[in-house]
């Protein structure tokens, strides 16, 4: 008779899988915010992840929040493609720091008033917005090698150079972060078409603007909503929608579409909570 093996205690399986680790996180990346971590277990090495969402929903700063936090434990080069420059981004930055996000501009400060601790994150910043992806790849490669960096950030998915590739963009950079073994986080808009649905308008996978072909090519997928902004007060349990960020899980690895919801209060990506 075939003898049957025990079920081993999850806790036993854990503390074997970390030591098999060497003690190291059970995963990769963080993503920044601690219950996205714990739903779908961070981001991982070779991944090309999607934060997007339509204006006002807080994108921007959401992303800028998660590179501060991921880059106190892994080198980040951040490239910003978006209308703001470099010294925009160094404001947006020291408001999440300073006085409980009010603004504070860098302009204003003396020498004397900037701190260490505003600017002990592990950040590289791409001074250049190229012309042709190929550039972006020497830029990545060159900070790969002498930075250690495992995270790049784009700000903006769609201002990135158009390529020759069947597949496009998708299809490069995640060879990219595949060949460099390394998390690529993209910054994105949804489609406005979210908001002639009508109903309570959260944006759906299928609005992201790029074609259902290239969805496998995308890793992870998070889109940010605010109900209040459309006027949706209550959720369907009659609960108070006030002040709420909901982060949607469009896409986790191989489950398409997930739609998994989470949600914390909007005040928290524009501070240093």
């Known amino acids: 008779m075939k003898k049957f093996s025990k079920a081993i205690p999850l806790k036993?399986?854990?503390?074997?899988?970390?030591e098999k680790k060497g003690g190291r996180k059970l995963f990769d990346v963080t993503s920044g915010t601690e219950v996205i971590d714990?739903?779908?277990?961070?981001?991982?090495?070779?991944?090309?992840?999607?934060?997007?969402?339509r204006p006002a929903m807080g994108t921007t700063m959401y992303i800028l929040k998660s590179t501060l936090r991921i880059s106190k434990t892994t080198p980040v080069l951040f490239c910003s493609l978006?209308?703001?420059?470099?010294?925009?981004?160094?404001?947006?930055?020291?408001?999440?720091?300073?006085?409980?996000?009010?603004s504070f501009f860098a302009d204003n400060m003396e020498k004397s008033e900037i701190k260490d601790e505003y600017f002990d994150e592990n950040i590289f910043v791409c001074e250049t917005t190229f012309t042709s992806i190929e550039?972006?790849?020497l830029q990545i490669a060159h900070h790969v090698r002498k930075n250690k960096v495992k995270v790049?950030?784009?700000?903006?998915?769609?201002?990135?150079?158009?390529?020759?590739?069947?597949?496009?963009?998708?299809?490069?950079?995640?060879?990219?972060?595949?060949?460099?073994?390394?998390?690529?986080?993209?910054?994105?808009?949804?489609?406005?078409?979210?908001e002639k649905r009508g109903g309570d308008r959260m944006p759906r996978l299928k609005d992201i603007g790029i074609g259902a072909h290239l969805f496998p090519l995308l890793d992870v997928v998070l889109l940010l909503y605010r109900p209040e902004y459309y006027g949706v007060l209550k959720d369907v349990y009659g609960n108070s929608n006030a002040g709420q960020l909901q982060i949607i899980i469009a896409k986790e690895r191989h489950i398409i579409p997930n739609e998994q919801t989470v949600k914390f209060p909007f005040y928290e990506i524009i501070t240093n909570k």
């Open 82 to 102: 978006d209308e703001y420059s470099n010294r925009g981004m160094v404001n947006r930055i020291i408001s999440m720091y300073k006085d409980g996000g009010k």
């Open 135 to 137: 550039e972006y790849i």
């Open 38 to 53: 714990l739903t779908i277990g961070g981001f991982r090495f070779g991944e090309v992840v999607l934060i997007a969402g």
């Open 12 to 18: 036993k399986v854990l503390k074997s899988v970390v």
């Open 152 to 194: 790049v950030v784009f700000d903006s998915f769609e201002s990135l150079p158009k390529t020759n590739s069947t597949h496009g963009i998708v299809a490069v950079l995640k060879e990219i972060a595949e060949v460099f073994n390394i998390t690529i986080i993209l910054g994105g808009t949804v489609d406005k078409s979210c």
